[in-house]
């Protein structure tokens, strides 16, 4: 197995287009396919913080922000794929987080003049010192992006209107920040496709199947294989859980739940009365009636699934199972 790393330096991330993405083809190119090896590639590219160049910046790439980021994503994964040999490969394309409808290209907490301030104040300050400098930064960001989005959020907003406003960290989790795309090559050449709900936690167990690698020490989730076999797979619940935002300080800092394929159920530890959220995704799948208080049955339901999962979890963790 080929062990090795690549660090890239960027501020905050180097995009595609920015490097990366020929640091990504050198590396495929001093890997010797003759051997097994293992590559993760975290991409930052659809985040906010960085705008598209003018090169790419251009309607023939797409009528919107999204459309154009896209392009350069896809232009580059099919490069990447061009460097390696999918018959002897498994290639996952998946994310570790899904995000609101909103504008890639505005970012209510940007403060262009302070950052480049605070540069040139980090190129001439001992290295001691960085952390509180980081640490400022952020802090005045969230300030700054509460006081815009809340100025915003005076006017008369629709619930889609309302969500492009939100972070993921200052809201419950909507699905709009929990569905990602799970897609999968494999050597078999395995072809369908599933609308079952899967998990984050599924992929690795995955992997090993394909393999036929036996695992010796127990790992969460289950392997994935009898779906890409077309094969019945009974129902994955998905446990979620948040862990608090030390930058920001709201309701939803801490909260654990359960969604299955019919209803998703979510509870602040904070505030529980008030943070209890329970979603008919069949019959609103935008999550936008909260019917917790109308449907107690259910909502009991829930919460035993969920302490179940807890407790499984706790058990797992105790190496009982």
């Known amino acids: 197995m080929q062990l090795d790393v690549d660090l890239v330096d960027g501020e905050p991330y180097l995009r595609l287009f920015e490097g990366f993405g020929q640091k990504i083809l050198d590396r495929l190119d001093k890997i010797n396919h003759n051997e097994s090896w293992f590559y993760y590639i975290h991409?930052?590219?659809?985040?906010?913080?960085?705008?598209?160049?003018?090169?790419?910046?251009?309607?023939?790439?797409g009528k919107t922000s999204w459309d154009k980021r896209l392009h350069v994503l896809d232009?580059?994964?099919?490069?990447?794929?061009?460097?390696?040999?999918?018959?002897?490969?498994?290639?996952?394309?998946?994310?570790?987080?899904?995000?609101?409808?909103?504008?890639?290209?505005?970012?209510?907490?940007?403060?262009?003049?302070?950052?480049?301030?605070?540069?040139?104040?980090?190129?001439?300050?001992?290295?001691?010192?960085?952390?509180?400098g980081l640490a400022m930064f952020v802090f005045l960001r969230e300030i700054k992006r509460k006081y815009i989005?809340?100025?915003?959020?005076?006017?008369?907003?629709n619930e889609s209107?309302?969500?492009?406003?939100?972070?993921?960290?200052?809201?419950?989790?909507?699905?709009?920040?929990?569905?990602?795309?799970?897609?999968i090559s494999t050597p078999e050449n395995f072809i369908g496709s599933s609308d079952q709900q899967v998990r984050q936690i599924d992929i690795f167990p995955?992997?090993?199947?394909?393999?036929e690698l036996q695992l010796n020490y127990p790992i969460d989730g289950i392997s994935l294989k009898p779906l890409l076999q077309n094969l019945y797979l009974s129902e994955l619940n998905a446990y979620v859980e948040s862990s608090i935002d030390p930058f920001?300080?709201?309701?939803?800092?801490?909260?654990?739940?359960?969604?299955?394929?019919?209803?998703?159920?979510?509870?602040?530890?904070?505030?529980l009365k008030k943070s209890m959220f329970l979603f008919d995704l069949k019959n609103d799948p935008q999550e936008e009636n909260n019917i917790a208080s109308t449907s107690p049955d259910i909502v009991n339901q829930m919460?035993?699934?969920?302490?179940?999962?807890?407790?499984k979890e706790e058990l797992k963790k105790m190496g009982y199972i």
Not at 103 to 126: A, E, N, R, W
Not at 303 to 311: F, G, H, P, S, V
Request: hydrophobic residues 40%; aromatic residues 10%.
């Open 149 to 157: 989005v809340n100025k915003l959020q005076t006017k008369s907003l």
């Open 206 to 211: 995955t992997i090993f199947d394909l393999l």
């Open 248 to 271: 920001t300080n709201n309701e939803f800092s801490i909260f654990t739940g359960l969604r299955t394929s019919k209803f998703k159920f979510i509870k602040s530890h904070d505030n």
């Open 75 to 132: 232009s580059w994964i099919g490069e990447i794929l061009q460097k390696i040999d999918l018959t002897k490969t498994i290639v996952i394309l998946t994310a570790d987080h899904g995000e609101f409808d909103v504008d890639l290209d505005i970012d209510h907490g940007s403060m262009p003049k302070f950052q480049k301030l605070l540069k040139s104040i980090k190129s001439k300050s001992p290295k001691i010192i960085e952390p509180m």
């Open 303 to 311: 919460e035993n699934l969920l302490m179940t999962a807890k407790i």
């Open 43 to 61: 991409l930052m590219d659809f985040h906010t913080s960085k705008k598209l160049p003018d090169e790419y910046n251009q309607e023939k790439f």
């Open 161 to 183: 209107e309302f969500r492009k406003l939100l972070t993921r960290s200052k809201s419950p989790l909507y699905d709009d920040v929990l569905k990602i795309p799970f897609l």
